[in-house]
C-alpha cells in the first residue's frame, strides 16, 4: 500500500525557515514527479512547487520562488523535500505532498495520484 508521510511542519516566525519531508513507502517513485501543494483556511488547495523525475524541471508557484526550494532523494531515502525560507504569514497553511505517475511535471491538483495526509506550517508575524 502506498504511503506519504509528511513532517517538519511547525510554527515559525516571519523570515525563519522550515525544511518540510515527505517519505514514500510502499513503492519505488524514482521514476516520478513530485510536488507540494498547500491549503488555507477558506481556500482552495494551490501549487506550491514540483520536481521531475532528474531533477532538472522545477517549477514553483510565483508567490514563493526564490524563498521556497524543492529537491529529491531517490535513494532508499525515496524522499521529497521543500526548503522554506524568507517565510512570510501568508505561507500559513496545511502543505500537502503528492506524487504523479509520470516523470514530467505538473501544476494541477488533478495530475497527481498519491497524496500525504498534510503538515501544518504557521508563520507568525
Known amino acids: 500500500q502506498v504511503q506519504l508521510v509528511e513532517s517538519g511542519g511547525g510554527l515559525a516566525q516571519a523570515g525563519g525557515s522550515l525544511r518540510l519531508s515527505c517519505a514514500a513507502s510502499g513503492r519505488t517513485f524514482s521514476n516520478y514527479a513530485k510536488g507540494w501543494f498547500r491549503q488555507a483556511p477558506g481556500k482552495e488547495r494551490e501549487f506550491v512547487a514540483a520536481i521531475n523525475w532528474n531533477s532538472y524541471t522545477t517549477p514553483y508557484a510565483d508567490s514563493v520562488k526564490g524563498r521556497f526550494t524543492i529537491s529529491r532523494e531517490d535513494n532508499a531515502k525515496n524522499t521529497v523535500y521543500l526548503q522554506m525560507d524568507s517565510l512570510k504569514p501568508e505561507d500559513t497553511a496545511i502543505y500537502y505532498c503528492?506524487?504523479?505517475?509520470?516523470?514530467?511535471?505538473?501544476?494541477?491538483?488533478?495530475?497527481?495520484?498519491?497524496w500525504g495526509q498534510g503538515t501544518q506550517v504557521t508563520v507568525s508575524s
Open positions: 503528492a506524487v504523479r505517475k509520470g516523470t514530467e511535471v505538473a501544476t494541477t491538483r488533478s495530475a497527481y495520484d498519491y
